[in-house]
């Protein structure tokens, strides 16, 4: 039943959102050189790697680390991109990881491959088993300013809470933190305080 909720609404929303979606890539190109979209490698279901999409915010040249190791991350960080970031219009490609069935709306935040302390802790208490979504229980409470294990106790008590009514609150709250811009945090270097949010492209 979620999977064919996240099939239609996901065609749907690519559908309404795609001159949108032209918009920013358009504004992207303009703002710096490079491509519009930028691919990520993140632990899917059952641990197995997929390939993530978003909207590129970094310059090319920056190095090709997660953002919470440069020692300058807003000098890479373009005008354009910092918008997207605050607004977290930058995850909006992951409507086509929804489509093709690697993450759904709402479950745990997939982790970076290297996670290895965040892979580790939710393969011990099932989180794994989960699709890995858009937004998460995680995300709407504390996001970026959580430690790992937090996350994970997050993560847990979704795994053992989850309906479509917990998925619509989530949902709600979501749109809540979205425009208050709450827990977005840029260039914190302490990899065990935050998730490391995007490799420089």
């Known amino acids: ?5 996240d099939i239609l609404f996901g065609l749907i929303l690519l559908g309404i959102l795609s001159p949108l979606l032209l918009i920013i890539s358009l504004v992207i190109k303009v703002d710096s050189k490079g491509p519009a979209l930028f691919s990520q490698r993140r632990i899917g279901r059952n641990n ?3 390939v993530l999409y978003k909207f590129r915010t970094m310059r090319t040249e920056a190095p090709n680390v997660a953002t919470h190791l440069l020692k300058d991350p807003q000098s890479y960080i373009t005008s354009f991109g910092k918008f997207l970031r605050k607004s ?3 995850e909006l490609p992951q ?3 929804i489509i093709k069935g690697d993450m759904t709306f709402i479950g745990p935040r997939p982790a970076l491959y290297n996670q290895y302390d965040l892979k580790k802790l939710r393969t011990r208490c099932g989180v794994h088993r989960l699709r890995p979504g858009v937004s998460g229980w995680a995300q709407v409470n504390g996001r970026d300013c959580l430690e790992i294990s937090e ?3 997050y993560d847990c008590y979704y795994l053992e809470h989850q309906s479509l009514g917990f998925d619509l609150k989530i949902l709600l709250f979501t749109f809540l933190k979205v425009l208050r811009a709450e827990g977005v945090r840029e260039g914190i270097r302490n990899p065990n305080k935050v998730e490391k949010r995007e490799s420089a492209m």
């Open 95 to 97: 409507l086509l990881n």
């Open 151 to 153: 996350k994970d106790n």
């Open 1 to 5: 039943m979620k999977r064919l909720i």
């Open 88 to 90: 977290s219009l930058d």
């Open 48 to 50: 197995k790697e997929f």
